[in-house]
């Protein structure tokens, strides 16, 4: 299995989310923002199918707000 199809395990720190939305713009799938433009998890488990986008939205995240939870 490739690293990018191994299933992930998101982290989201509300607390250090800033609201750019570039972890909606790249997985909508998996990511919201509420009414304040904080980071919401859709999907904390996503299917590994999503891998790839996950780990690009982790990558994107301007504030650092994102990080994969290693096994």
Excluded: H, N, W
């Excluded at 909606?24 to 923002?33: P, S, W």
């Amino acid at each position: 299995m490739s690293e990018e199809q191994k299933p992930v395990r998101i982290r989201a720190d509300r607390d250090v989310c800033i609201g750019a939305g570039m972890c909606v713009m790249t997985a909508d799938q998996i990511f919201d923002q509420d009414d304040d433009g904080v980071v919401v998890l859709l999907e904390p488990e996503p299917p590994a199918q999503y891998a790839d986008l996950v780990r690009r939205a982790v990558r994107a995240c301007p504030s650092g707000a994102l990080s994969l939870v290693e096994d």
